[in-house]
């Protein structure tokens, strides 16, 4: 679980954010200011690290703390349910000899038909927790993406690019760097109202 939040801590945001200087907006005047600067060559640009506001955005620190918690409570019970069948295993060969051979070949169906099923509900509690890993990187993907057009409106900037490694930015001069503001802004945002904010997938525990 651990490996599974840092590998996705570091997922991709690879696509350019943009705020379009054509889109439409509230007021004609922004458009066509955007249009003016666009024409004279005047457009505002900066860019994020995007692994960084990711990872210092309080929803998702609080929401992969949540998960971390959830996949440790998967493996406890993991383990717990593996001993037991590893215990019924001993006692089945310590004791085994004292069955008919029908008694012996059904109690090895049985066990056999145990450890079926636990590597099943394995399957099933790693499926959940991957399932709700991807839903929650979807929720951060599109508030990230929200807030950076209403800080891009806010701060007069045209197209705000996404810097990540191996993605299209290979360099950018740090005066354009906007990405202590924007994950200041996001925080501040989330913990006025943290309800506001659309919580990851309820737990939905697998069953046996």
Do not use: H
Request: some cysteine.
């Amino acid at each position: 679980m651990k490996k599974g939040l840092q590998i996705f801590g570091a997922l991709c945001f690879s696509a350019v954010l943009f705020y379009s200087c054509g889109q439409k907006t509230e007021g004609t005047s922004v458009a066509s200011t955007s249009e003016e600067r666009a024409a004279a060559g005047d457009i505002k640009i900066a860019f994020v690290y995007t692994d960084s506001v990711i990872n210092n955005y309080d929803y998702f620190k609080k929401k992969s703390e949540e998960l971390t918690e959830k996949g440790k409570r998967f493996d406890t019970d993991l383990q717990s349910r593996a001993r037991g069948l590893e215990q019924e295993v001993a006692t089945f060969q310590q004791t085994g000899g004292n069955m008919t051979l029908n008694q012996q070949r059904a109690k090895q169906e049985e066990l056999m038909q145990k450890e079926q099923n636990l590597y099943t509900y394995r399957n099933n509690l790693m499926q959940e927790l991957s399932a709700e890993e991807a839903k929650l990187m979807n929720e951060v993907y599109e508030q990230v993406q929200s807030y950076l057009s209403e800080y891009a409106k806010e701060n007069g900037i045209d197209v705000i690019l996404s810097n990540t490694r191996g993605g299209a930015v290979w360099y950018a001069t740090e005066s354009i760097d906007v990405t202590k503001g924007v994950t200041e802004g996001l925080n501040k945002k989330f913990n006025a109202n943290p309800s506001a904010v659309a919580p990851a997938a309820a737990d939905t525990t697998a069953k046996k």
